[in-house]
């Protein structure tokens, strides 16, 4: 098959890899319909992530139809289309009872962060992802969501990851009713946030970012006011001013670790093979914040540093909520959101591509040119 790979920090390319094939009898494989690149794969592109090896596929957003089945998967069969969590999840471990299916202690076994992922680097297992013609769906019968016959395969696509993981953050932010809501990063995940936040009944939602045309988006796509960091004295301050000098009840970091590093993270990252980031957004997230208030985070950090300001939040009497998100559960809730149109999924694609242009994609999302939002790869073309 043809499936992206990866070739060194920068460096992809579409080249021919054995076809998947079924390694467990709880396995399926995917023929891939659709599969977007998502930004923390520039994580991944720019050589951040430990233990990426030179081979591995991306992609972690994925929908296809059900190509084979392996002997014990009772509720897929051949023909059928599904949309795939990100998590790689048992269904049975003592997390994945809890409804924590980002915390998977069997997709993962030996690490104590994160669940297995698709295409994710061998951190989180060495799965392939599905930026590829097929992928192999390990735990079949406990991920993948059957679209509805009535939608497209596009409509339900973020479904994936960006869209649970953007309601996640909503709500751990408590978001009940009333609330004045922060949201840090205009991208995909940030977009998400904002129209989960209004649905949660916030009061006020402002998107803080500093490219223009995603603000513009932003304000366009989910109602907000936005502020472009770049062109306001102290960040911090100017938020406060704009909620009576309190700051709001909510802050969203929808960023983590900036997706190309801080100049220390680039010299750090790509010469100890430390993940982490610049905790820039959190340390914003909690001076901006009032007291008393919560703090969401959502964007990709990794240990096993960073040097966040616990005294101010301890100080402060803030919750601080975090955590991958745990994508399964929220997939039936967010797909009936969808059918009854008060999101609009498919509405922040920007730009679709064959498989083969998929290093182009890459590097034009990277660089935020041509107003790229979101990028879609087709890996059979428009079938």
């Not at 499936?3 to 920068?10: K, M, R, V």
């Not at 930004?39 to 081979?55: A, E, F, I, N, W």
């Not at 970091?253 to 190309?260: I, L």
Request: hydrophobic share 40%; with cysteine.
């Amino acid at each position: 098959m043809r499936a992206l790979t990866y070739q060194g920090p920068y460096r992809v390319q579409v080249e021919q890899k054995p076809d998947p094939r079924i390694e467990h009898p709880q396995d399926v494989v995917l023929k891939v319909t659709r599969a977007a690149i998502c930004g923390s794969d520039l994580h991944l592109l720019h050589g951040l992530v430990p233990d990426t090896r030179v081979g591995c596929t991306f992609g972690h957003e994925f929908t296809g139809v059900v190509e084979e089945v392996g002997k014990e998967v009772a509720q897929l069969k051949k023909g059928d289309r599904v949309v795939v969590p990100f998590n790689i999840s048992c269904g049975t471990c003592f997390y994945c009872q809890r409804g924590l299916t980002g915390n998977c202690e069997n997709s993962n076994p030996g690490s104590d962060v994160a669940s297995g992922v698709y295409g994710y680097s061998h951190t989180t297992g060495g799965f392939d992802g599905g930026q590829a013609e097929y992928v192999r769906v390990p735990f079949a019968d406990v991920g993948p969501m059957k679209i509805p016959d009535d939608m497209d395969d596009e409509s339900v696509l973020f479904l994936s990851d960006i869209l649970p993981t953007g309601y996640q953050a909503a709500e751990m932010g408590e978001i009940k009713g009333g609330e004045t809501v922060v949201v840090f990063g205009a991208g995909p995940v940030g977009l998400f946030a904002m129209k989960s936040a209004w649905l949660m009944g916030a009061g006020r939602v402002v998107a803080v970012d500093h490219v223009p045309y995603r603000l513009e988006f932003a304000r366009k796509f989910a109602n907000v006011e936005t502020v472009n960091f770049k062109e306001v004295g102290d960040i911090v301050l100017h938020l406060k001013e704009m909620f009576e000098g309190r700051g709001p009840d909510v802050c969203i970091d929808a960023v983590g670790m900036e997706a190309e590093g801080s100049r220390a993270h680039r010299v750090l990252g790509l010469g100890l093979k430390l993940e982490a980031g610049a905790p820039t957004v959190i340390e914003w997230c909690i001076n901006t914040v009032r007291k008393g208030g919560n703090v969401s985070i959502i964007g990709v950090y990794g240990p096993p540093w960073n040097f966040v300001p616990i005294g101010t939040a301890m100080n402060k009497g803030l919750t601080l909520r975090m955590n991958q998100a745990n994508t399964r559960r929220y997939m039936p809730h967010l797909l009936e959101h969808i059918q009854k149109g008060r999101i609009d999924a498919k509405g922040i694609i920007t730009h679709r591509f064959p498989l083969e242009q998929a290093p182009d994609a890459y590097h034009l999302f990277a660089q935020k040119r041509d107003g790229c939002v979101k990028c879609v790869l087709m890996p059979h073309g428009h079938a």
